[in-house]
Nanobody, 127 residues
Framework: QVQLEESGGGLVQAGGSLRLSCAAS????????MGWFRQAPGKDREFVAR????????YYADSMKGRFAISRDNAKNTVYLQMNSLEPDDTAVYYC????????????????????WGQGTQVTVSS
């Protein structure tokens, strides 16, 4: 399995930006699809974005489209989440996830479809 470690969270005012990073170690990073999820207090973990392992195609939850951007640097074994125009509702712990095997897109919005997880990084957006 791959080990994941997120960083870059913090406190930001509404309208601001943050860039999260997720560093991977262990097996070949380029062989993994990578995703970001988030979990707000009292809520289920929800899909944010994902990026495929080979083509680098990206997919987003509807509420993040146009504000968030996922990218990966296979040479650095790192996946990023650029978050712009942040809103108080974006406050959550953000987790990165990895998956080896291909799966239907509809399945990959579910946390249970992912193999490995980081410990999470807190993002707090003040109004």
């Amino acid at each position: 399995q791959v080990q994941l470690e997120e960083s870059g969270g913090g406190l930001v005012q509404a309208g601001g930006s943050l860039r999260l990073s997720c560093a991977a170690s262990g097996r070949t990073f380029s062989g993994y699809a990578m995703g970001w999820f988030r979990q707000a207090p009292g809520k289920d973990r929800e899909f944010v974005a994902r990026i495929t392992r080979s083509t680098g195609n990206t997919y987003y939850a509807d509420s993040m489209k146009g504000r968030f951007a996922i990218s990966r640097d296979n040479a650095k074994n790192t996946v990023y989440l650029q978050m712009n125009s942040l809103e108080p509702d974006d406050t959550a712990v953000y987790y990165c996830a990895a998956r080896v095997l291909l799966a239907p897109s509809a399945q990959l919005v579910f946390p249970s479809s992912w193999d490995s997880w980081g410990q999470g990084t807190q993002v707090t957006v003040s109004s």
